[in-house]
């Protein structure tokens, strides 16, 4: 009930491409879904969140679209380019359980020049 | 403003030795966590603390694992004795309160390796 599943584990991209990061979960008590981007030898950092009164939210070049009866999200990154190389991590977390963030496995994002 | 600040940023021990982890989080913030995040998986909650108190470490191995946060401010995560499969990243975040703010800002981690 508490998993989340986030798909593909890996994702190489050219210069300009748009990745495609999915995340499907189960337990629909979840109300808040925020995407953190990891570079290597760091911590993970916010990017954008959704909730899911919405379906689609979009910042700069990232997009997350939100398919609540599929209990899906996906992350979009538009024009990508080579310094959005990084991990990508999808979490979820509900009210009323102290905000505690359940993450997907994450995605290896490669962007080639 | 500064940031979560963790140290050491890498410890390599052997396995039945004891370590420490030691985390600041940002100024004022109430809800500090501790994760530990195994190679190519994501964060996983270990203990989550608000002010000085624990709001829930269920996932924390007790036997071997225990934290604290004297003063609401600071905290140490430690190990004793580690084994083999206690090698991960230990990542600290906070956030400004337990239900209000959601965002948690993480530090950069402390990379432990057990020989």
């Known amino acids: 009930q508490q998993q989340v599943k986030q798909s593909p584990q890996s994702l190489i991209v050219q210069k300009g491409g748009i990745p495609i990061i999915n995340c499907a979960y189960e337990n629909t008590a979840f109300d808040y879904f925020p995407w ?28 997350i679209s939100f398919n609540k009866s599929a ?25 009323g359980s102290a905000r505690q963030l359940t993450f997907g496995s994450g995605t290896q994002l490669t962007v080639l020049p | 403003e500064a940031g979560v600040a963790q140290s050491p940023r890498y410890k390599i021990i052997e396995k039945r030795q004891s370590v420490a982890f030691w985390c600041n989080p940002i100024s004022g913030h109430a809800t500090l966590y501790w994760y530990q995040q195994i190679l190519g998986q994501g964060p996983k909650l270990l203990i989550q603390f608000q002010n000085n108190g624990v709001v829930d470490d269920s996932q924390l191995p007790k036997d071997r694992f225990s934290a604290e946060r004297l003063k609401g401010v600071d905290s140490t995560l430690k190990i004793q004795p580690a084994k083999l499969e206690d090698s991960a990243v230990y990542l600290c975040a906070s956030s400004l309160s337990r239900t209000g703010a959601k965002t948690q800002y993480f530090g950069p981690g402390t990379r432990l390796l057990v020989l």
């Open chain 1, 71 to 95: 209990k899906q999200f996906s992350l979009h990154i538009m024009d990508s380019q080579p310094g959005d190389s990084a991990t990508y991590f999808c979490a979820a977390s509900r009210s």
């Open chain 1, 36 to 63: 953190y981007q990891q570079f290597p030898g760091k911590g993970p950092a916010l990017l954008i969140a959704i909730r899911p009164d919405v379906s689609e939210k979009k910042e700069g070049r990232f997009t």
